[in-house]
């Protein structure tokens, strides 16, 4: 692994929309340097993006006055992003259907009750939500997870 294995890298951001490119270019700048492959950089971006656009129009109501907290983590050869949020926090259980119950469902079904988390339980080899003063979504990608099913 890189010289990067168990480096920190933080980042914050006002919560508005605007500045979501940034975490995204972090990101890819971090991924790459470890050596995840494209596809995977692709994955983790939509994610990431999908956890910061929800602390902006959820958390804050989309009224740009907070700010979002991310970290990337390398740790045994997998990549760790935690979104954190200071907004209104939710009850992920009450909230989100997980993955399995949207199984077989038609898709304008799932549409319905929201796809952003379901997409990062898709893209992403775990998703953690912990709720407390705000929300933190931590994100976890390992590197080469998908050749298994190549
Ligand atoms: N950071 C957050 N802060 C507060 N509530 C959130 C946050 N992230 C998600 N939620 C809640 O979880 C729900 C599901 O999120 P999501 O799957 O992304 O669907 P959508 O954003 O389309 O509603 C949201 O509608 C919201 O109620
Ligand atoms: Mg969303």
């Known amino acids: 692994m890189s010289a990067l294995n168990e480096t920190k890298i933080y980042l914050t951001i006002p ?13 890819y700048g971090v991924a790459s340097k470890a050596g995840f492959s494209y596809e995977e950089m692709e994955d983790m971006k939509v994610a990431v993006s999908e956890a910061c656009t929800n602390a902006v129009l ?12 991310i970290s990337f983590t390398l740790e045994d050869n997998s990549m760790h992003i935690s979104i954190k949020d200071y907004g209104s926090s939710f009850k992920y259980e009450q909230n989100v259907v997980s993955t399995a119950a949207h199984h077989d469902k038609p898709l304008e079904e799932i549409a319905a009750g929201g796809l952003g988390i379901f997409m990062m339980q898709a893209l992403m080899d775990s998703v953690k939500v912990c709720s407390d003063l ?7 990608k390992r590197m080469g997870g998908n050749e298994d099913s190549i």
């Open 134 to 140: 705000g929300t933190e979504i931590i994100l976890i």
């Open 58 to 69: 959820h958390a804050y109501n989309d009224c740009h006055n907070g700010i979002i907290d």
């Open 15 to 27: 919560a508005d929309a605007a500045y979501i490119d940034i975490v995204r270019l972090t990101l």
